[in-house]
């Protein structure tokens, strides 16, 4: 018999602390498929994103827009969740080659392990590759590539942000937790977007909401985030902008209006406001300008580019791209208007509203 003494303590199950957890990997039971397997579904059933996951936006005309086929070389420029690129590899399988870009080192892996998983559940272990590098930089990895040196046959860059990235309270990407303002897609490289704020006089910050937000309380927002600054100290490091701080200034370019349509309003200026940080952040308009530039050397003779964009002055960069590429016979074919989220699609998933996909066919 063994002395009862000498056992090692039993742990108590893990347990969700009280009836309204605060931490994040706590709060929401679809983030623990083990114990809550029926969870996600449930949530989906609602018309509600899974905390943790993505819903990718326009998958059937996306799918329709790039027709992928057995034996193609996909790429999905930009990965995130990986819901688009799943689509991909199961159209190009037998036979196909999937290869994903992202700069984000705590959701790359985790797509890549789902995608890696299905290309074996296929019996291609191998028809998977996912790098770490942003999408600007796609010509020169297809280049080092032996199949990718002749052009890719499909590629797809979704331009907005993940769902993973805005509900997790550590990333800083929304206002509805009050955490440190980061909006780095990659949390190891360069400035969060907290402490390029405290560098800038309010005329930029209101440059910068107007151009990369079309944002109309611009001057407001930006007089009210100086002042939160100044009163601060200035750009002391200890006293870095909050999501919070973001939020009350739009707030306050709201004051005093109390209507509904103003409530809705006040809505999509936090929209824009947080979208326009952003995209300072990441420089992604430079990003995205490099990539159209090099798009067409990136595609095999009649390869077929998607782009989705969620925000207008990204719109306006492809479609004037597309049309250059059109006008000097680059590509045989470009989109002539805009694909939108169906109303079905909208209301089932909210952020899909301010998603436009444009397509364009290299030349053979």
Known sequence: MTDGASQPPRKRRPRYRGTHPRAFSEKYKELDPVRFPDEREKVLGSGKTPAGSHVPVLVAEVLAALGPKAGDLAVDATLGFGGHASELLKRILPGGRL???????????????????????????????CVRRNYAGLRKLLAEDARGAAGADVVLA??????????????????KHDV????????????????????????????????????????????????????????????????????????????????????????????????????????????????????????????RAAILTFHSGEDRLVKKAFAAGHADGT???????VVRASSEERRANPRSQPAKLRRAVRAG
């Open 180 to 303: 440190p303002l980061d909006l780095r897609m990659n949390p190891g490289r360069g400035q969060p977007a907290g402490a390029l704020l405290m560098r800038m006089k309010k005329e930029e910050i209101e440059d910068l909401l107007r151009r990369y937000g079309d944002e109309p309380e611009a001057e407001r927002i930006a007089a009210a985030l100086r002042e939160t600054i100044e009163a601060r100290g200035g750009e002391s490091p200890f006293h870095l902008l909050r999501t919070s701080d973001v939020a009350a200034a739009v707030e306050s370019a709201y004051e005093g209006r109390t209507s509904r349509d103003a409530s809705e309003a006040k809505k999509s200026s936090l929209q824009r406001t947080f979208q326009a940080i952003r995209i300072l952040v990441n420089d992604e308009l430079t990003a995205l300008e490099a990539f159209l530039r090099d798009l067409p050397a990136c595609l095999a003779p009649g390869g």
């Open 158 to 175: 979704d331009l907005g942000v993940s769902s993973m990235q805005l509900d997790d309270p550590s990333r800083g990407f929304s206002w």
């Open 99 to 129: 290869l994903g870009l992202d700069v984000d080192p705590i959701e790359l892996p985790r797509a890549e392990a789902r995608l890696k998983a299905l290309a074996r559940e296929r019996g291609e272990p191998d028809a998977v590759r």
């Open 331 to 337: 590509y045989a074919e470009v989109s002539r208007k």
